[in-house]
């Protein structure tokens, strides 16, 4: 049988620029969005009128008009072609290309809630030396640059009611994009909330504090269908944007930690092994922390760090070296 060796493509390093603080920014922006989209009528649906408002404006199909016999059938149709189906059908498409192209960069960089995921996972990892309470193993006890830390018990003080101070934030915010925020921050405020706007709320903050402490990840990972779908458009383009590994260089991955663990595996909010193949990282949120973690463990490497966001001929390049590897390892165990 004759074997092929595929060339991989060498992965260039994207240096030590300050990604993670511009991903902050980013998600402290699309954060701040969430939570006054309602407040400035920027995005909300309205129950008390029957109509949602767009950018400060109300947005009507004109059902009320069609039922009350103003309009004819074919003026509700065209209301319902241009003003329902082609906004969502056109956003969706611009959505799925950019996911297409870069993945589930959304996730990463703007969901409001991977950033409570994020912010649990530093918190619950002070306390417990584990980012879940489902992972099985403790942290490496060093931090990407090489400094020795460990857990501190005491966090736990401010893990649980971390998440329940956002989820009850949660709560509020998603009433304000059902009922008018004026009501329901000034009946919050004044302590005068409906017994229905009670229940909506105390309801969510319950079912949210569980999430955030114990399903974090099982969400984003399993029951998100946001995230689902950048996926499978990710996954259908083997050109997009990947962490690509350099496979060459591997044995400098030995020495990445004192204890020989992984940086790159210890740095990932959702739990994956960044240098694995793309189904393997079907998951990932390109928040490039496994990137920005190599940098550092590797920061007195001429060559640089071993991974490094590639694409296009690079990306194809760094999927078909798993494939030459895997032939090149069969061979040996034949020979």
Known sequence: MTYRSIPITPVASLGRKPTQRRRALWQAGFLTLFIFAPIFDLLRFDLTTG????????????LDAFFAGEIGALEMAGNLVFRLFLPLLGGGALFLY??????????????????????????????SGKPSVWERDTL????????PWKPDPRWWG???PAAI????IWAVVLLTYLLPPTEIYGNLFGGDLTRNQTIFITAATIVLSAEFLFARHLFCRYACAVGLFQSLAWMGNRGAMVVGFARKRAASCATCLPDRSSACEAACPMRLAPRNIKRHMFTCTQCGQCIDACS????????????????????????????????????EEQA
């Open 165 to 168: 101070a956002f989820a009850f």
């Open 158 to 160: 401010v893990v649980v």
């Open 51 to 62: 109509h949602a408002w767009l950018l400060g404006f109300e947005w009507r199909l004109g």
């Open 296 to 331: 550092q463990t590797q920061a007195d490497n001429p060559d640089g760090p071993l991974l490094a966001w590639v694409s296009d001929e690079a990306a194809r390049q760094n999927e078909a070296g798993f494939r030459s590897g895997a032939l090149s390892r069969r061979r």
């Open 140 to 147: 490496p006890p060093w931090k990407p640059d090489g400094r």
């Open 98 to 127: 950019a996911a297409w192209k870069w993945g589930r960069l959304y996730c990463g960089w703007l969901c409001p809630h991977f950033s409570v995921v994020e912010t649990i996972n530093r918190v619950m990892t002070r306390a």
